[in-house]
């Protein structure tokens, strides 16, 4: 029984630095890699970073409800392939998405089990200092994250998890834990153990 994860955050907050270290941990995830219409930032690869695409593309693929969830960010527009990740979920593999709260919000309003994950930096100073850090965005963009940033920061409540990235090895600690701790609920282990659960109460309830 797999799980599915939403992982949201403001910009600059780590997320995608935790979660590329949370793969070299934990096995059997994966990270789902989003379309997008935004250009390649340096470095990035197409089909492995995100699926970049056209808007006129991304248009045709909602107007045929390929998209599990869907939003716009900072006039860019991102959604999750629905046929990937059922396939994915169906192998048996836990699936990480990416995602900003308003995709989340869809995700769990159509997936109740889906756990969501929620980081937070550590103050709105070093969130700026991290983004300035980046050296990719001019001082325009910056300031639209960072106002961005205060809108993401007010759904924290919808998590069922809180990391706060202050520490990157403590939160990359945190984020191995929650994984952990899912794949041990009883319902996800029973699925996982069924032959060992049907052989020891087997005797009992056949008699």
């Known amino acids: 029984m797999s799980t599915l994860f939403t992982i949201s955050a403001p910009s600059g907050a780590g997320k995608t630095s935790l979660v590329k270290q949370l793969l ?11 379309h997008t219409t935004r250009k390649p930032r340096s470095g990035e690869i197409d089909g492995i970073n995100y699926n970049f ?19 716009k960010v900072f006039d860019n527009y991102y959604g999750t392939s629905q046929e990937w990740l059922t396939e994915q979920l169906n192998l048996g593999i836990d699936i990480i998405l990416e995602i900003d ?7 769990k309003r159509l ?20 983004l300035r850090g980046r050296g990719t965005d001019s001082d325009d963009i910056i300031e639209k994250r960072l106002q ?4 993401e ?10 990391v706060v990235n202050d520490n990157f090895e403590t939160a990359m600690q945190d984020l191995q834990t929650i994984v952990k701790n899912q794949r041990l609920r009883q319902s996800v282990q ?3 153990f069924n032959g060992i659960l049907t052989e020891l109460l087997g005797k009992y309830s056949n008699s």
């Open 24 to 34: 070299k941990y934990i096995d059997n995830i994966k990270v789902s890699v989003s």
């Open 101 to 107: 709260w308003q995709g989340a919000q869809q995700v």
């Open 53 to 71: 695409i056209t808007k006129a593309n991304f248009s045709q693929m909602l107007e045929n409800n390929l998209f599990l969830e869907h939003a």
């Open 153 to 162: 920061l007010s759904h924290y409540t919808e998590g069922d998890y809180l």
């Open 190 to 192: 029973a699925v996982k």
């Open 111 to 130: 997936n109740p089990a889906t756990v969501s994950i929620f980081i937070l930096p550590p103050s709105l100073i070093i969130l700026e200092e991290r």
């Open 148 to 151: 961005g940033a205060i809108e």
